[in-house]
């Protein structure tokens, strides 16, 4: 399996014919070095909540690649307006696709949907667990520390995703408590430095952790 960092909280997963992106936060990122025509053959998409820093590019992206669009109820039925390909599934529930199953977990955060300056009520916040080919890799989305994050302990994570950057989500302290209830084999952080208000340096989270860290650079990959 090869992960590739996109920047924020985008994540490209790819196995055999399996190109997943969660989170496609590509156009509106200054940081970002990907554009949308360059992802092609999107097979999903995942959304963990409703923000614009992670709702991002998924309509642009779905219709041009015909991606399925995995993310709770409420997005789901937001995103049917524009008449996408969606698999709507909840906080807790695990799913069966051709590629592999998918968890979604909880997330302490908000999930509205800013739309033409109303904001639309897009469901609780998510995480995902997502297995392919006896891999998994945890996103945790946007949230803060949470006990119940212990509880991912049991499904052996490979890689987890987790937020570093504070203000909206955990900071580097905290993301350090959740990686060691979760107990991956590596953390990858993420959702720092998009913006001033989220700047935290990789390298002090890197050097308070007991367990592999890797801090991936925009658009860099691993191979898990
Ligand atoms: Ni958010
Ligand atoms: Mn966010």
């Excluded at 997330?107 to 739309?115: K, M």
């Excluded at 006896?134 to 006990?147: F, R």
């Excluded at 937020?163 to 905290?174: E, F, S």
Aim: hydrophobic fraction near 40%; charge should be negative; aromatic fraction near 8%.
């Amino acid at each position: 399996m090869k992960l590739t960092f996109l920047g924020h909280s985008a994540l490209l997963i790819e196995e055999g014919k399996f190109k997943g992106l969660v989170d496609p936060f590509i156009t509106g990122n200054s940081l970002s070095e990907t554009c949308v025509d360059d992802l092609v053959n999107i097979t999903h998409i995942f959304v963990t909540h409703g923000h614009g820093d992670h709702i991002g590019d998924t309509v642009d992206i779905a219709k041009r690649n015909q991606s399925l669009v995995i993310c709770n109820a409420e997005i789901a039925a937001y995103l049917g307006k524009f008449k996408l390909r969606t698999h709507a599934m909840h906080i807790g529930g695990r799913t069966k696709f051709d590629f592999g199953t998918v968890k979604m977990t909880n997330a302490l955060h908000g999930s509205g949907i800013s739309d033409n300056g109303n904001m639309i009520y897009g469901g609780n916040p998510g995480g995902f667990v997502i297995e392919v080919n006896g891999k998994k890799v945890y996103h945790a989305g946007d949230t803060g520390l949470t006990y119940d994050m212990k509880l991912l302990e049991d499904e052996k994570i490979d890689v987890a995703f987790l937020p570093i950057g504070g203000n909206y989500t955990m900071d580097i302290d905290d993301a350090v408590k959740a990686a060691d209830f979760i107990k991956a084999k590596t953390v990858v952080p993420m959702h720092y430095n998009t913006f001033g208000i989220i700047n935290a340096d990789p390298k002090i989270f890197k050097n308070k952790m007991a367990s592999n860290v890797i801090v991936l650079d925009i658009n860099e990959s691993m191979n898990v």
